[in-house]
Each structure stands twice: as C-alpha cells, then as structure tokens.
C-alpha cells in the first residue's frame, strides 16, 4: 500500500508522489481575522495538521505554511463598525486565533504569514499577471481578465458562461465575472502604494503570492474547506500560472474538507456567528482532545454534523480511552511483586489474552496504515484504535489475569505504539491521564499543581550531584502530600497515593 488522496483537481483518488523526493510542501488558507473563529473554521486546522503529522509520520519532511488574511473588506467593515483603525481588530482576532491554536495544542505549522506583510511579493505578482496580457487596470483597481485564461474553471468544473459575477467592484471591469488583483483605497481606508496607485490587495492574490514565497511552483498539496473551491482556490490558479506561464501546474495535489453543518446547514459566516459554534466557547466545555476526536471522527471530506451531543458522545469515548491509558500506566508502572504475585491463576483465558495482545501489537500499525493510506481515512483509523483499547482493557481488566514479565513487556509497547498513533491525530489521553491527576491534586488542595514537576526537576538535579539528602527530603515531602514518585529507565513519574 502506498499513501492516496482524494485530489480535488482531478475528482479521483491518487498515488501520492511529492514532488521533491522524502519532501512534501503544504499550504493551507488561514482565516481573515475579523471575528473569532468558529468550529466550522477549526476542522481544516485540525484535519491538515493531521495530513501534516500523518506525512511525518511516514517519513517526510514537512513545510507547512498557513496564512492569516490581515487586511480585507470583512475587516474594514467591522473596523467602520466599531469605528477603530482596522489594526485594532486585526490585531485582537488574530492573538484569539493564536490562542485557539495552543489550546488546540497544534503547533505543526512552520510558517503563519500576513497579507499585509507580503506587499511587496504581491505587487510583483501583479504585475507578471499584467505584463503577460492576462490582468488590467481599470480605474486605480487591477483586475484580472477571466476569459484570457482558457483553463479557467479547471478546478471548481465550471464553464465560464455558468459562472456567478464576481461581486469586486461594479464597474469599469471587462466582464463580469472578472475579479480584483488589487483595489483602489476608497478615502479613509487603509492603503499602500502601488504602481497603480493607493490601495490594497485583493483577496485571492495574497495566497498566490505567500505560496510562491515559501513553497515555489508547483508544490505538492494545497488544502482548505470545500467552500473555497470557488472562486478563492479557482483564482489562485488562475492568478499563479499566469503569472508563471512557463511552470506548468500551480499546485500537484488540491485536498479540500467538507462543511459543518448544524441539522443539515452549512455553517456559513453568512449566517453570522453564534456563540455555541465559536471555538474558544467550545474549548471551554470540551478538551482539545475531545474536539480533535470529535472532528477526526468523520472523514475529512464528508460533512460533519455539529451538536452538542455528538461533542458529548466524543467525550464519551474520549474517556473510554483516557481509563484504559490509565489502568494501562497503572499495570506497568507496578512494582509492588507482591501484589502481582498474589493475582497469579494460570490460566489457559491468560494464555490466550496474551496471544491476543501479541497479535494486537503485531497488527495494529499495519491496520493502521493501510486505513490512512487510504485518502487519510482517520474515521477507519480511530475505530481501529477504539477496537484495540476495548480489547486491551478487557484483557486487564480480568480479575485472575496473569502480569508476568512478557506481558508487561508486550503492554508497554502496546501503550508506546497505541499513544504515538493516536499523536498523529493530535489526541494524547496520556497527557489527559496526568493532567487529570494534577487538577485532582490541585483540588484535593495536597499541593500546588504547579509544584510538582518543578520539586521533582529539583530532586533530579539533586540526585544527578548525588546530593541524596536532598532528594530524600523533596521526596518525602512530596510523599506527605499525598504524592507518590516512581523512577523509571526514562524518567520519574508521579502518581497520587489512593
Ligand atoms: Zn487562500
């Protein structure tokens, strides 16, 4: 098996081949910050971080560049609203949206670049486009003239005479349906110069521009939601090998997430945004682990329904895994002999619950890949997962199970493997089981949370200098708050003494 993807340029599946060997380059389009972003805009953040970690996972090197859409009508509009400088609302949404993106935990985008810092990339662009006959200037504004470029609609599957107007500026245009490279500033609106006077880029054109910058021509896969096939995505190709006729294809591989519907609606910003779907809201009553689980759950390319029952069920199962995870950690972390011991009953059920972890272990990447392989099928992949953790946790949760050495020695691969594939996801119950723990000390009041890592930092220290006094005290300490350290091969951990 070899990786496929569903490649919206040529409505099939295909063999994944980078164009770089060992190397794949991704852009994704990012938000236009203007508002907070709702969980609709969340799921291509967290399916293409998926694709990324997927591609690493594989053994790529990954550039992943996302952009932030900082100057726009949107923005300008909500700028007049509140009657700010549009850098006042530029500057609180897109701190929001750095937020969101650490309480999401996902930090695999190596580049996050602005419109506006890519002015000059983006009058250079431009003015390819117009030396090679495909753009004019109309009235200050440039535009870009649709029925020179024979190939356009070669993405969205339109015939030109099919398509709706394009809604930049009413007049002066040669056609309807041509749109803005760039726009003449009105008075009082933000504006840079240009060799066509003030005014600002267009929308479609800064995503060719940054694209160009950092990932060059022709790299390998360009993704966001299904609503940007038309006109935004159908634009950046046709503004790209305009300007770089002599290159040949814009982009290898288009990979475009469905919408989030709410009882059968896409949720659109058209209908303005209600407070339950805004993410930050969400991140409040439900983990990142829950929300990442909930949207990797359906394929990335099928709608996703949204309600606060499915985010609940999420949870759920979110928590089935977190219990196994931790009655795993609990099993291989024991060294207490004895009470292994006393559950010795040999057993022919053991023995086959051993064969059965064994087979597990030796199956479970496989399976794994081959569902991913498969146009990142994270839906298949998550049940295989969720197969496995039941199956595992049957075996352990079995009063005369044997813990001998081998299956402590299988279980902690096991819990390796099953929490590195569930990374790929984003998804870590390990860091949900110790986060759990630290807010039940933090609760139960035995010590301040916070204190835990730094004192057992402090004792490693100590105990690297052989300074054993030291380490004694901190560990007793910690001892009469209730907490219990274990030093294991790759470091020490801690539990709450029950
Ligand atoms: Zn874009």
């Given at each position: 098996m070899a990786l496929k993807l569903h490649n919206t340029l040529s409505r099939k599946k295909e063999l994944f081949v980078s164009s770089e060997k060992n190397k794949v380059k991704m852009y994704v389009c990012g938000p236009t910050v203007y508002n907070y972003i709702s969980i609709g805009n969340a799921r291509p953040v967290i399916v293409f971080n998926m694709v990324r970690n997927y591609l690493k996972y594989l053994g790529y090197e990954v550039l992943f560049v996302q952009n932030i859409t900082d100057i726009e009508d949107k923005i300008i509009n909500k700028a007049n609203e509140e009657g700010v400088d549009y850098k006042i609302i530029t500057e609180r949404y897109i701190k929001a949206f750095?937020?969101?993106?650490n309480t999401l935990e996902i930090d695999s985008i190596d580049e996050i670049p602005f419109a506006t810092g890519m002015i000059n990339e983006i009058i250079d662009i431009i003015t390819r486009i117009i030396n090679n006959d495909y753009g004019y200037v109309a009235g200050g504004n440039v535009y870009f003239d649709v029925f020179k470029d024979k190939n356009y609609g070669k993405l969205s599957g339109q015939k030109i005479d099919e398509m709706k107007d394009s809604d930049d500026g009413e007049f002066e245009k040669r056609n309807k349906i041509d749109f803005a490279l760039w726009k003449k500033a009105k008075p009082g609106e933000p504006s840079w110069d240009s060799p066509w006077g003030r005014g600002r880029p267009g929308w479609h054109i800064e995503c060719s521009a940054m694209a160009y910058k950092y990932l060059g021509f022709g790299f390998d896969i360009h993704g966001g939601g299904i609503d940007l096939i038309f006109p935004h995505h159908e634009n950046e190709i046709a503004q790209s090998e305009a300007a770089f006729p002599e290159k040949g294809n814009f982009v290898k591989y288009w990979m475009h997430n469905g919408m989030?519907?709410?009882?059968?609606?896409?949720m659109s910003k058209s209908d303005g945004l209600q407070d339950d779907w805004i993410l930050k809201n969400l991140l409040k009553k439900f983990s990142a682990n829950v929300i990442k689980f909930y949207i990797l759950s359906t394929h990335y390319r099928s709608p996703l329904e949204f309600s606060g029952e499915k985010l609940e069920e999420s949870q759920k199962a979110f928590e089935k895994i977190t219990n196994t995870v931790r009655n795993i950690q609990f099993i291989i972390n024991?060294?207490?002999?004895?009470?292994?011991?006393s559950r010795i009953n040999n057993n022919l059920k053991s023995a086959e619950d051993k064969r059965?972890?064994?087979?597990?272990?030796?199956?479970?990447?496989?399976?794994?890949?081959?569902?991913?392989?498969?146009?990142?099928n994270s839906a298949g992949a998550i049940g295989i997962l969720f197969e496995a953790i039941k199956t595992v946790n049957g075996i352990i949760q079995a009063a005369d199970f044997i813990y001998d050495k081998e299956f402590i020695h299988d279980l902690n691969n096991f819990y390796n493997e099953i929490t590195g594939l569930y990374k790929i996801f984003g998804i870590d119950p390990a860091g949900a089981v110790k986060k759990d723990l630290i807010e039940h000390a933090a609760e139960t009041g035995s010590i301040e949370a916070s204190q835990i890592d730094k004192l057992i930092q402090e004792r490693n220290e100590a105990r690297s200098i052989k300074d054993f006094k030291k380490s004694d005290e901190i560990r007793s300490r910690l001892l009469k708050a209730g907490i219990i350290l274990e030093d294991r091969k790759d470091g020490t951990i801690w539990k709450i003494q029950k």
């Open positions: 750095l937020e969101d993106l989030i519907e709410v009882r059968e609606r896409k024991k060294k207490d002999a004895e009470e292994r011991e059965k972890l064994k087979y597990l272990l030796k199956s479970i990447k496989a399976d794994f890949i081959s569902v991913m392989d498969d146009d990142f």
